[in-house]
């Protein structure tokens, strides 16, 4: 058996009801113990308040989680030898009876394939400054073009190059809607000083406008964009300043590749004294909240 779903998970979606999958990433990479464990309890409680059944998804023992319990989240929060895995990583888990936390782009194909629509994360991966000469671009964007599943992200996260993002998202037909913002959100920031192509303001038109997607069969995903509250964010002025610092100490480290991302992150955090934590932790319940809101109408639209 490859796929493994949690109960209330699997008879919500044999019920037709909301159901919001999360991922497992940001639990197992994105925050130390035990503020990870901390939380995904909260992501999951956050998520079934607001009118959705939440399902974290990872891989476990070479099997496809669909919903955790507490061990299991417990687990994915304190064991080391939990990988990232995306998309590409996949197979090779599940063959050799392996253990991983599953990034956006992991999380979007198999949520799809277990019938779940709506997915809610941090911010998504993008296109890497530089990547006109390394051709670094996350796998997060190809499988917004290819998956149907709503993704809800405070945009792309702030050390990417987000024009050159929002420029990819637009290529491949990847719709980018701004939940009740005219500018594409930069992770920490509510605002990137970059317009973004289609606002509303109506969380039931948003479950209505990928109803409509889904019933015409167009195979890509929907990235709703959704600001960090206004209370906690960290302006893009200072974001830049501890980005460009936290570019300068990887490159004199020679930081590449896979490794530049947590580096990056954790850098960040250390920068700005831990507000950086604070933030990312409150944008991520924050697209939980939405993100059940706009699974729970669209279990109704059904």
């Known amino acids: 058996m490859i796929f493994r779903y949690r109960n209330d998970v699997k008879q919500a979606l044999q019920d037709g009801q909301a159901v919001l999958a999360l991922e497992s990433t940001i639990i197992a990479h994105g925050m130390p113990y035990p503020e990870n464990l901390e939380f995904a309890r909260e992501a ?8 959705a059944i939440p399902a974290t998804v990872a891989i476990l023992d070479g099997e496809v989680c669909i919903g ?8 994915l929060a304190t064991d080391p030898d939990v990988g990232k895995v ?3 990583e996949i197979g090779l888990t599940l063959a050799t009876g392996g253990h991983g936390a599953t990034t956006v782009s992991a999380t979007m194909r198999l949520s799809h394939l277990a019938g779940i629509k709506v997915f809610a994360t941090g911010g998504i991966g993008g296109v890497h400054l530089g990547a006109e000469r390394d051709f670094d671009v996350s796998a997060d964007l190809i499988e917004l073009s ?3 599943v709503m993704v809800i992200s405070a945009g792309a996260k702030a050390i990417l190059d987000l024009p050159k993002t929002l420029e990819y998202l637009e290529t491949m037909s990847v719709p980018v809607i701004g939940y009740k913002t005219d500018e594409f959100p930069a992770f920490y920031s509510r605002r990137s000083g970059l317009e973004i192509p289609q606002r509303v303001d109506d969380v039931a038109l948003i479950a209505q ?19 960090v509250p206004e209370e906690t964010e960290i302006s893009f002025d200072e974001m ?4 460009g610092n936290a570019l300068s100490d990887a490159r004199k480290q020679g930081v590449i590749g896979k490794a530049l991302t947590p580096y990056l992150l954790g850098r960040i955090v250390e ?18 909240k939405l993100g059940a809101e706009i699974a729970r109408i669209m279990s109704e639209l059904a």
Do not use: Y
Request: charged share 20%; proline share 3%; net charge negative.
């Open 86 to 88: 995306a998309t590409r």
């Open 146 to 148: 290819r998956t149907p």
């Open 209 to 227: 406008t990928f109803a409509r997607q889904l019933q015409l069969d167009i195979e890509c995903g929907v990235l709703v964009a959704n600001p």
């Open 240 to 243: 830049s300043v501890h980005i």
């Open 44 to 51: 999951e409680a956050l998520a079934q308040e607001n009118g």
């Open 68 to 75: 955790l319990d507490d061990d299991q989240l417990n687990r």
């Open 271 to 288: 920068l700005t004294e831990g507000r950086s934590l604070v933030t990312n932790r409150a944008l991520a319940l924050n697209n939980v």
